[in-house]
């Protein structure tokens, strides 16, 4: 069974850093796609970071320069690192797992990250 586990959401000062983790199982992790998704009250849920199984990364325009996506498939997690945070990062962010050919598609739980003073 598939389980995506995130985890290192919390309360952050504006500026502030913080790293989500993803913790996979049940998967051969290496061949996935991996992405970070957000999703704020009252909005739809949108794409914050994207990794391939090769390594490529795409960020929204919102996060370029600000955050850092990475993986590590020895450890089956992917990861977030956020810098210099802004209250509008403030959402539920969401883990996802993507293999293409399997047409597979995993989602976490979430975790709850606010950006406040």
């Known amino acids: 069974q598939v389980q995506l586990v995130e985890s290192g959401g919390g309360l952050v000062q504006p500026g502030g850093s913080l790293r989500v983790s993803c913790a996979a199982s049940g998967m051969i992790f290496r061949l996935y796609a991996l992405g970070w998704y957000r999703q704020a009250p009252g909005k739809q849920r949108e794409l914050v970071a994207t990794i391939t199984s090769g390594g490529r990364t795409n960020y929204a325009d919102s996060v370029k320069g600000r955050f850092t996506i990475s993986r590590d498939d020895a450890k089956k997690e992917v990861y977030l690192q956020m810098n210099r945070l802004k209250p509008e990062d403030t959402a539920v962010y969401y883990c996802?797992?993507?293999?293409?050919?399997?047409?597979?598609?995993?989602w976490g739980q979430g975790t709850q990250v606010t950006v406040s003073s």
């Open positions: 996802n797992a993507h293999y293409a050919l399997g047409n597979n598609d995993y």
